[in-house]
């Protein structure tokens, strides 16, 4: 009895500090699992709010593109513009340097340098001489009435021409914006300057062609391309 007593008291402290091991473990991998989880949750956070700056940047990037590109559109002359009968971008002050005559006599144009005619600009009309030619838009008027005009894109220049050729008198009008590269091939010492803006009228009547230059922007465009930077 004494024996079996003794075992009891023994067997009881034991089973006591068992219990209470248990319950430490078990706390322990509670608390665990709890910062396992906070953790991702924080990740997610932190990549949510990467996200947004990077889509931030991104959107400023993009705008800043967009202005740069506007800035060069409005610039020089606007070849997309001319087509739509808007000659805005010619405004200012254009001055014949050469034209070219031939005479059939077998010899081909000859050139020379100088001036024969003018050439007025407004911003919805083009005007050469004292009316001889007025282009609004797709029509072009000369001493024969109106006639419908049709526009190539030449690299990087634009040509007007009648889409009806069989008439007393042909016209053609190329645009150059300055820089790009002409088929003109003057004679004579002659040198047609392409760091300006050119306007060349070609008319079947005695095969003339006239180079305009623009030798003067309009106040008012340049004003405009400035603030627009």
């Known amino acids: 009895m004494k024996r079996s007593f003794v075992l009891a008291l023994i067997l009881v402290p034991m089973l006591s500090l068992a219990a209470c091991g248990n319950n430490d473990n078990t706390s322990t991998n509670n608390s665990s699992i709890s910062i396992n989880t906070a953790t991702p949750s924080d990740e997610s956070s932190v990549y949510s709010q990467s996200s947004s700056v990077s889509s931030s940047t991104s959107t400023g990037v993009s705008t800043s593109t967009s202005s740069s590109t506007q800035d060069i559109q409005g610039t020089g002359i606007n070849l997309t513009q001319i087509q739509a009968g808007n000659y805005s971008s010619l405004l200012g002050t254009w001055t014949e340097v050469a034209y070219a005559v031939n005479p059939q006599n077998g010899t081909g144009e000859q050139w020379k340098e100088g001036s024969l005619s003018t050439l007025s600009v407004s911003s919805d009309k083009i005007v050469y001489g004292n009316g001889d030619l ?81 030798t003067n922007a309009s106040n008012s465009v340049a004003s405009g391309m400035k603030n627009s930077h």
């Not at 306007?199 to 305009?212: A, K, M, P, R």
């Open 134 to 214: 007025v282009i609004q838009g797709y029509r072009l008027k000369d001493s024969a009435g109106s006639h419908t005009l049709s526009f190539e894109k030449n690299g990087g220049s634009l040509d007007a021409s009648l889409t009806d050729e069989d008439v007393t008198i042909n016209w053609n009008v190329s645009f150059y914006p300055k820089g790009v590269t002409n088929d003109i091939q003057p004679n004579n010492g002659v040198k047609i300057d392409n760091t300006k803006d050119l306007i060349v009228i070609w008319t079947s009547n005695n095969g003339l062609t006239e180079v305009f230059a623009q």
